[in-house]
């Protein structure tokens, strides 16, 4: 062969490789929605979370390289209901990326797959940190999860049309796994069906009615506060009386308070991640319920 033409093979070769091993670059603002990508995606996505299982992603320092990494993204997903209302919009404009601005193919929404509770008519800061659009800690309902890999598949699909089949099938192998998961934890949490229960923050409402527990008291004193000596002596007095027996509470709150609260009750602090990456031992959606699932139902149960 002509060696102009045998390098002008390789070029061709080499481009058509680089073409088919490209994968979709994929920024999500927690880590939940990025365990959902890479378990739909598979190996045509390649995904970053910003923020960390174990940070409080209420509060999350706009790095320079969370810049960087939505400057080179395809796609873009957040929790919305402005749970990231107070670093995402800066790193987004700083990141000169138009296709991954909000109302654009490269932006999701994820709050629009589901249907938020706690909606509120109004957001009254003197209340603590309101989400009036509803709680944004809705991934903590498995259903939910569901919901929010069938959209991320299908703004996968429509971002890369060629990897349709590969989506579509990775998804299905994801609800096949959710609906054994759900049958167990559905059947480790009926026993504690109605029982009453205190949570540190307002995160909890979709994990509570998905396996319908009241929640009676609030560590907080309000959304985002630290709890003060008053708040926790009324919250020690509605656990006594309705004779609450699990505390739950996120592994980066601080638990000197709700250990404070065991020790005057009959409660006990179930101190678990809320998101994937929390803990070594929750590196995917469905370890992260495992965790709270097992951790809940034994406290709730002895």
């Given at each position: ?88 919009p800066p790193l987004l ?101 109605g029982q009453a229960i ?105």
């Amino acid at each position: 062969m002509n060696p102009k033409h045998l390098l002008l093979v390789t070029a061709v070769v080499a481009v058509s490789s680089t073409q088919a091993l490209a994968k979709l670059t994929v920024v999500t603002t927690t880590q939940d929605p990025a365990a959902l990508t890479r378990a739909v995606g598979g190996d045509r996505v390649d995904v970053t979370a910003l923020c960390k299982g174990y940070q409080d992603p209420h509060f999350l320092d706009a790095k320079p390289s969370y810049m960087l990494a939505l400057n080179k993204a395809d796609l873009v997903e957040a929790i919305g209901l402005e749970f990231e209302i107070g670093w995402l919009p800066p790193l987004l404009n700083g990141a000169r990326n138009p296709k991954v601005s909000p109302g654009n193919p490269g932006y999701l929404d994820l709050s629009t797959l589901v249907k938020p509770l706690d909606v509120t008519a109004s957001a009254d800061r003197a209340g603590g940190d309101v989400h009036p659009f509803g709680n944004p800690h809705y991934w903590l309902d498995p259903e939910n999860g569901r919901l929010m890999a069938r959209g991320i598949a299908a703004r996968l699909s429509s971002l890369d049309p060629a990897g349709q089949a590969t989506y579509a099938a990775n998804l299905k192998a994801f609800e096949q796994q959710l609906d054994v998961k759900e049958a167990a934890w559905s059947k480790a949490m009926a026993p504690l069906s109605g029982q009453a229960i205190v949570t540190f923050h307002k995160s909890w409402s979709y994990f509570l009615d998905r396996y319908h527990l009241n929640v009676v008291a609030f560590v907080e004193p309000k959304p985002g506060s630290q709890p003060t000596a008053q708040h926790t002596i009324e919250v020690i007095n509605v656990a006594r009386e309705k004779n609450v027996k699990v505390l739950l509470m996120e592994n980066f709150y601080d638990r000197r308070s709700p250990d404070q609260i065991a020790t005057h009750t009959s409660a006990k602090v179930v101190f678990v991640p809320s998101m994937v990456g929390g803990t070594d031992k929750v590196q995917t959606y469905f370890d992260l319920f495992d965790v709270v699932v097992d951790a809940v139902a034994a406290a709730g149960t002895t």
